[in-house]
């Protein structure tokens, strides 16, 4: 009798980016697919996230007169994350691969149905490197009506635009104030959602679209999904990987895989034990993963002798937290909390200590690096009246009244004067009137000469590129003074196990794991210790899903 209770050809564990890319381009092959999901939703922290992928040279930018190619996005990245000898996860031929699998994975998806769209303007995050896109290499999904699933819409994990509107207008629709363009797309938004109810559909954006998407085509073209199937074993004999252990009914339950198993079961982010081991001072409840970012299948393949590095990066994202919003499933968007004009960012002794424009995963890694010589976690965001008059606070819109349970609980701090507000927060006034009057000064004449905030086309556009004045760089004026604790929360943990151009999990002597594959933020990433731009997780999770599906089914590779 087979020690088996099923085979198939293809075994995915977790139901991630990469996961249904995977499982069609084996339906593609004629080869069968299984795709097991150990919580009842499908789609992981993907369908969570904004579904943004980074693909350089892609044909959305060739359409658009976009200037790029394989040689300039490569210069970019080695710019951005090569040079080192601690990422075997960005090896010069995965970073090769990458940017030659990535465009192609692109196509098969626009080949499956997927219907996806350029972002026009979000530019790399180190666009004043070499290679850097000012206009950006993103690629996001078309929204989609999640009816269209038919009995497997409950089944999509929600996402963070459960509405009728792209990210990029969702983005712009908190300036209504003050933009006419944004009050338009508000009006566009507002009769598309309309136009919506009376038709009966029911439409998502950003991650959600693109998994549930992705759902769609797997579901039409024969990928076997199951929810509440969780992986607790990979099955080896003669030194490879043959299958998995999953549950069905409540019974363990034995998966063989003839061509192979592909991990793409997330990272660790909601493990604290492994964020202690990894990443001390970072906490499990600031992260906004879903809840099944646990771990164990990195744990369980090191079992078998997988490799794993870069394990102390995770894709930190600033974070402030205000009361009743604990236990929210993504935290209120705070990406341009101290970039936006009239705001900085100062440690606990009242000194501002990066470019608060940079990207979310370095801004992080600035505060706990800070926090090693001054206490900064959490850090305070410092802002003026003109901050709060025009921009988002804690998830309310500009110029909102602000919750008096903000004021009651001591979240959000207000004085008449840079001093008093220094008291309130337990800072040596002196010290944080000297900071405030020093950026002032920067404003003043144009420059950040610390940390030169404004200087890149990133730091620009996440604070306000309506503006046509303060971009990002605005004084700290006009009173009342307010402050809110920032914390290095997270979208996800960048450390995992090592794989090759193939996408094969490695052993720490190089050699292959015979019959496992990774993707996703299982992975050591294919970026290294830098996020290059939007789109860095999901990108590398699709293409490296693809890749993978590819040398499975013996149908090429780069
Ligand atoms: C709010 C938010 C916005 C973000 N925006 C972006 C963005 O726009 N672009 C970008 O690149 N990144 C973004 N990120 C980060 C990105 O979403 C994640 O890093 C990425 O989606 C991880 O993808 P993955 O395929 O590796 O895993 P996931 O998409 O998390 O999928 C893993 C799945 O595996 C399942 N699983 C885990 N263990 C097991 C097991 N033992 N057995 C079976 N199943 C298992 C999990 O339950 C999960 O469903 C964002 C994240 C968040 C939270």
């Known amino acids: 009798m087979s020690q088996f209770d099923e085979m198939f050809d293809f075994v995915v564990v977790g139901s991630g980016g990469g996961s249904m890319c995977a499982g069609l381009l084996m339906r593609q092959n004629g080869k069968s697919v299984v795709v097991l999901e150990k919580t009842d939703l499908i789609g992981g922290s993907t369908s969570r996230s904004g579904g943004v992928m980074w693909i350089p040279n892609n044909r959305f930018m060739e359409a658009d007169g976009v200037a790029d190619s394989y040689e300039k996005a490569s210069t970019y990245l080695e710019a951005v994350s090569g040079g080192r000898d601690d990422t075997p996860g960005s090896t010069p031929e995965r970073r090769h691969t990458y940017l030659i699998e990535a465009p192609r994975m692109l196509e098969f998806l626009i080949g499956q149905g997927i219907k996806l769209r350029r972002v026009k303007s979000w530019p790399d995050y180190y666009d004043d490197r070499p290679g850097g896109s000012a206009p950006g290499r993103t690629?996001?999904?078309?929204?989609?009506?999640?009816?269209?699933?038919?009995?497997?819409?409950?089944?999509?994990?929600?996402?963070?635009?459960?509405?009728?509107?792209?990210?990029?207008?969702?983005?712009?629709?908190?300036?209504?104030?003050?933009?006419?363009?944004?009050?338009?797309?508000?009006?566009?938004?507002?009769?598309?959602?309309?136009?919506?109810?009376?038709?009966?559909?029911?439409?998502?954006?950003?991650?959600?679209?693109?998994?549930?998407?992705?759902?769609?085509?797997?579901?039409?073209?024969?990928?076997?999904?199951?929810?509440?199937?969780?992986?607790?074993?990979?099955?080896?004999?003669?030194?490879?990987?043959?299958?998995?252990?999953?549950?069905?009914?409540?019974?363990?339950?034995?998966?063989?895989?003839?061509?192979?198993?592909?991990?793409?079961?997330?990272?660790?982010?909601?493990?604290?034990?492994?964020?202690?081991?990894?990443?001390?001072?970072?906490?499990?409840?600031?992260?906004?993963?879903?809840?099944?970012d646990t771990g164990e299948m990195i744990q369980e393949m090191a079992r078998h002798g997988a490799a794993i590095a870069q394990m102390e990066e995770m894709v930190g994202y600033q974070t402030t937290i205000p009361p009743g919003k604990e236990d929210d499933a993504v935290k209120p968007p705070a990406q341009s909390l101290t970039a936006a004009p009239h705001a900085i960012l100062v440690d606990r002794t009242g000194v501002r200590y990066q470019n608060e424009g940079g990207s979310y995963m370095a801004y992080c890694k600035g505060m706990l690096e800070r926090d090693k010589i001054a206490p900064a976690v959490p850090s305070w965001a410092i802002f003026d009246s003109q901050y709060v008059r025009d921009y988002m606070l804690g998830g309310t819109m500009p110029g909102a009244q602000k919750p008096q349970e903000w004021f009651d609980k001591g979240y959000l701090k207000k004085a008449e004067t840079i001093e008093a507000l220094a008291h309130a927060i337990s800072i040596e006034p002196a010290a944080l009137h000297a900071t405030v009057e020093r950026f002032n000064g920067f404003v003043a004449q144009g420059r950040d000469e610390d940390f030169h905030r404004g200087e890149r086309a990133y730091d620009k556009w996440l604070g306000d590129p309506l503006s046509k004045t303060a971009k990002t760089l605005g004084a700290i004026s006009e009173s009342p003074f307010y402050a809110v604790p920032v914390v290095p929360g997270d979208v996800g943990t960048y450390g995992g196990v090592v794989t090759d151009a193939h996408a094969r999990v490695l052993r720490a002597d190089g050699s292959v794991i015979s019959g496992l594959y990774a993707t996703g933020v299982s992975t050591a990433s294919v970026m290294g210790r830098a996020y290059p731009g939007a789109g860095s997780s999901v990108g590398p999770a699709f293409t490296w899903g693809y890749v993978a599906a590819k040398h499975a089914a013996g149908a090429g590779n780069a």
């Open 139 to 292: 690629v996001v999904a078309l929204n989609f009506d999640v009816n269209e699933l038919g009995d497997w819409k409950d089944k999509l994990r929600p996402g963070f635009l459960p509405m009728a509107a792209s990210l990029d207008e969702m983005m712009q629709m908190p300036r209504f104030r003050r933009a006419w363009d944004a009050r338009g797309i508000m009006f566009k938004v507002a009769l598309r959602t309309l136009g919506a109810m009376l038709t009966g559909k029911a439409y998502v954006g950003a991650g959600q679209a693109l998994q549930g998407r992705m759902l769609q085509a797997s579901l039409r073209e024969g990928v076997d999904i199951r929810t509440q199937a969780p992986v607790n074993e990979l099955i080896e004999a003669d030194g490879a990987i043959k299958g998995v252990v999953t549950m069905k009914d409540g019974k363990p339950w034995r998966i063989g895989a003839r061509l192979g198993v592909l991990v793409n079961a997330g990272g660790f982010a909601r493990n604290q034990q492994m964020r202690d081991q990894y990443q001390p001072g970072t906490r499990a409840e600031w992260s906004m993963t879903a809840p099944g």
